[in-house]
């Protein structure tokens, strides 16, 4: 049996029908629902049950409900009810999101329509793409239209068919006029040959790149350099052009060349310069330039990439590491420092070097400027070593003028006692003089100690008001000066030498009487002041009592200021020129400081700084002399010289000591120990600090404090610039009396030791 024809095509229909991805309804000419397929009910969410066979109106509500315009849609509907024959579509949005196609054309059947066929096709996903394409297109264009390079899409003879609006910025024509253009024309004629070169080449090698770096001209002529690129996408038939990119660079270039021309003429002066220059990072030289080989002898290879300290002097070296590691670091140092270095064949030279902190290949460096003063400094060391000998010539001369002077008392006064030996009174009168001449031989002796390397300072912790005034009070006595003194509210005590310190206060005081010789008022003030660490002072950090003797003289002429402090200067017609050179050698061997300013006609002030003690305790645990001359007690005196002790031994006699006499250690060991076992003991022994030939005094106490602790020993010499003098206490002693010295004196230090 034959298969029926109208079964087979209807059973392709309806194959046909449900397999589309289209949701499809038929409808008669009212509008009404005939049939639909499965997916029309899937793309609507709509029951298949609700569909089969369709019901217009559920379809109808069940569509409205899904859309964003339900408005639009009927009034499709209602507009091809109206008008049978017509063809129409149009897209639909839904609540969820997707997007609908919507076709519609008339069923005719005997050229008359009897209904319509409405298909639905879901465009979601298309429309997405054609939304996401379009941003894509606009940010590229943005891209495009806003950058500062030139976008260009050109053909293989160079016309231009597109040009991004960059372009009018860079050659100077408006974007209508560049449309069109050819590239070539805006060539600077040396590079024209060149463009044209560049894209014939590009034209056969498709999807490659080619950098270009050329000139062109602006429409007012001017030329300006430009740098970029063109990649060959002739093949590629979406865009069938060459794409040229490119920026202008004419600033760009113009600064390189500045700063080419600049580091030309900066490397010329460096590698010229008179001064040697290194750069110093991470402690190694990266830098050397050709004048550190003439000043030192290294080659630019020995030093480029050695540590900078390898090359100074071991004294210095710390130092200056130091100062590196601060500048390095951003610490302002400002100060020229003058070093040592070593030279290639060994040799020591001096080197004043000035650095500053910069940037070396994007790490801070020190930038140093090194100059040799080797010769400098030579020339300086002469030339101080010139007024050192000036000085010493004028301290030889009037030491002779002074000596000869009291050598002139001295044997003058002895000459006529001889004369007058049977005038007893007389003669006790000439004597007196002599003894007066031989002191101020004394005093002229300790002031050269002073001033040499000797005279140490014996400290004592003293209140320092007490010899002002005291020391001030003498030396204007007599005088038509007047003083004014104002000390700080608790006033630190100072660490000094009193006689010392009451000579420099006698010699400044002195000083600034005579600088007034119709008299005037001495202003003197006293302060604690404090130096502190870091601060720039020739004292070191600590206490100290700050002193000011200001006068209203006629002040110090600038040119004298440097010598005021010289031996025998002076300016002034009264006075020998010595006081201030023996203050301030005093003052320096106290560890103090003396200045002083001054300006002619307007008076000079002079500032002593003395080491202080805050805590102003003072020495209580000596007697005081009662000024009385009388003694008990038995006393041994140790000297090698035969006057000394035959004069001693009469001057302690006369006021009641009992006086014996050994001349070197050992024998003066023996003779306490004899006394000792005799129940006679020395109550003090007296010793000279050096024997020649023999034991002296530190070994002789050394020896005798080990068979008796409580030995009272007083140490006396010649040599007051021996340390035992200014530190006795350290050596064993209980005190010291340096020669010569009165017997006033003598009597006092064993009344205070006893």
């Avoid at 004597?431 to 004592?460: H, M, N, R, V």
Wanted: aromatic residues 8%; proline residues 3%.
């Amino acid at each position: 049996m034959k298969p029926d024809k109208q079964k087979i095509e209807a059973s392709i229909f309806e194959s046909t029908f449900e397999s589309v991805a289209d949701g499809i309804l038929v409808t008669d000419i009212t509008g009404k629902p005939i049939v639909s397929n499965k997916q029309l009910a899937k793309m609507w969410n709509i029951a298949d049950e609700l569909l089969n066979p369709p019901e217009e109106n559920i379809l109808l509500k069940k569509t409205l409900e899904q859309l964003k315009d339900p408005d639009a849609f009927m009034k499709n509907v209602i507009s091809v009810r109206e008008n049978p024959e017509l063809q129409t579509s149009d897209v639909l949005e839904l609540k969820d999101g997707r997007i609908f196609e919507r076709n519609s054309i008339p069923r005719i059947m005997n050229g008359k329509s009897i209904g319509r066929v409405w298909t639905y096709r879901d465009i979601t996903k298309q429309k997405q793409a054609e939304e996401a394409l379009k941003r894509n297109e606009g940010r590229l264009r943005a891209l495009i239209e806003h950058s500062w390079d030139v976008f260009e899409l050109i053909d293989s003879e160079g016309n231009i068919l597109y040009i991004s609006p960059a372009a009018a910025n860079i050659s100077g024509y408006e974007m209508d006029e560049l449309k069109g253009r050819n590239v070539f024309e805006a060539m600077a004629d040396e590079y024209r040959e060149y463009a044209k070169n560049l894209i014939a080449e590009i034209s056969k090698r498709p999807r490659q790149t080619y950098s270009m770096n050329l000139k062109s001209r602006r429409k007012d002529g001017e030329m300006r350099w430009i740098e970029g690129s063109c990649t060959n996408l002739l093949d590629d038939p979406n865009i069938n052009a060459i794409v040229v990119n490119y920026h202008d660079i004419t600033d760009l270039k113009n600064a390189v060349e500045a700063l080419q021309e600049s580091e030309k003429k900066y490397r010329v002066l460096v590698e010229n310069a008179s001064e040697g220059i290194i750069v110093v990072q991470d402690s190694k030289i990266k830098y050397a330039n050709p004048k550190i080989t003439q000043l030192f002898g290294y080659s630019q290879e020995d030093i480029m990439g050695s540590y900078f300290a390898e090359f100074i002097h071991p004294d210095d070296r710390d130092q200056t590491i130091e100062n590196y590691n601060l500048e390095i670091n951003g610490k302002d140092i400002n100060d020229t420092m003058t070093i040592r270095v070593f030279t290639q064949d060994g040799n020591i030279k001096w080197a004043e070097i000035k650095s500053v902190l910069i940037k070396w290949e994007g790490k801070p460096a020190i930038h140093c400027f090194i100059n040799d003063i080797t010769e400098k400094r030579k020339m300086e060391e002469e030339l101080l070593r010139m007024q050192k000998l000036e000085s010493i010539g004028t301290l030889a001369g009037g030491l002779a003028h002074d000596f000869n002077n009291i050598l002139t008392g001295i044997m003058g006064n002895i000459s006529l006692t001889k004369m007058l030996i049977d005038q007893k009174e007389k003669a006790s009168e000439r004597l007196a003089e002599a003894e007066k001449a031989a002191y101020k031989a004394k005093d002229l002796t300790s002031q050269l100690l002073t001033f040499s390397k000797g005279g140490t300072p014996i400290l004592k912790v003293v209140s320092i008001s007490d010899i002002l005034r005291e020391a001030t009070d003498f030396a204007l006595s007599g005088s038509k000066s007047k003083y004014s003194i104002k000390f700080d509210k608790d006033l630190w005590h100072v660490i000094v030498d009193e006689s010392q310190i009451n000579q420099v206060i006698s010699n400044i005081v002195i000083n600034a009487d005579q600088a007034m010789p119709q008299g005037g008022l001495i202003e003197i003030k006293a302060e604690n002041i404090v130096i502190k660490e870091g601060t720039k002072s020739p004292l070191k950090p600590g206490y100290y009592v700050k002193i000011s003797f200001k006068d209203y003289g006629i002040g110090i002429p600038k040119e004298y200021l440097s010598r005021i402090f010289d031996p025998y200067f002076t300016t002034k017609q009264k006075g020998s020129g010595l006081g201030l050179a023996i203050s301030y050698s005093i003052i320096k061997k106290h560890e103090g400081h003396i200045e002083v300013i001054s300006q002619l006609g307007h008076g000079s002030t002079f500032l002593v700084f003395l080491p202080a003690s805050p805590e102003q305790s003072t020495d209580k645990g000596e007697k005081e002399y009662d000024g009385k001359a009388h003694g008990i007690g038995k006393i041994l005196i140790m000297d090698d010289a035969e006057i000394i002790k035959e004069l001693l031994s009469q001057m302690l006699s006369q006021v009641g000591y009992d006086v014996a006499v050994a001349s070197e250690g050992a024998e003066a060991i023996e003779k306490y120990l004899d006394a000792m076992n005799s129940d006679e003991p020395f109550d003090a022994v007296i010793m000279d600090l050096t024997i020649p030939g023999g034991m002296g005094g530190i070994e002789a106490i050394s020896k005798l404090r080990e068979f008796d602790t409580s030995v009272k020993a007083i140490v006396s010499s010649g040599y007051s610039n021996d340390p035992v003098m200014s530190n006795f206490r350290d050596y064993g002693f209980d005190a010291v009396i340096a020669k010569p010295y009165k017997p006033k004196e003598l009597y006092e230090v064993l009344q205070k030791v006893l």
